[in-house]
């Protein structure tokens, strides 16, 4: 098997603490929630990194949503201390293993980078994620003056990606908040 590449890894989930003290993780989903994280996760070897970039091989074995985080039990992580030892890691899946999104659904890590070309204002900045943590998905991005602003992913909004170009296009109203200011 080839080594892994750190383009070739795609981050699922960060793992936030331990939550328990059978071994449980707390996570924050990375994954766009348009896909089921059991599929995701359960019985899939998945790639955790640390903050230093080194890699380990994990089993999921257990799953359960919880106050808006995903909790996750990974084979032979059965305390809290080994638990507590994983917090700040993501945990991954090889690009080559994850399914195909729905269209108009974008990994985030994708997106990174992304110049954001409004229709009207031009070049307004640049994407720093996409937060689906509530009701309605954000785009951020950092404005050419170091600001950031959030714009809602609606198609009305954000009509069009195009990744290969790395260019997210925009219709923003004239007053928007963030951007007209």
Known sequence: MSP?????LLAIAHI????GVRGELSAIALAPPVLAPESLLLGRTLIGRD???RLSDYTAI???????????????????????ALRGH????RRRD??????????????????????????IGRVEGLDTS?????????????????????????PAVDLEAGVIETDLPGDFPGISE
């Open 4 to 8: 892994i590449q750190p383009d070739d």
């Open 16 to 19: 936030a603490r331990p939550h």
């Open 51 to 53: 903050p230093h970039g």
């Open 62 to 84: 257990g799953f359960r949503p919880h106050q808006g985080r995903w909790l996750i039990q990974l084979e032979g992580v059965t305390d809290r201390t080994q638990a507590d």
């Open 90 to 93: 993501d945990l991954c899946l």
């Open 98 to 123: 994850l399914p195909d999104l729905p269209e108009g659904w974008y990994w985030e890590s994708d997106l990174e980078q992304c110049r954001v070309v409004d229709r009207r204002l031009g070049e």
């Open 134 to 158: 509530g009701v309605q998905p954000y785009l951020t991005l950092i404005r050419p003056d170091g600001r950031r602003a959030m714009i809602p992913w609606r198609s009305a909004l954000v």
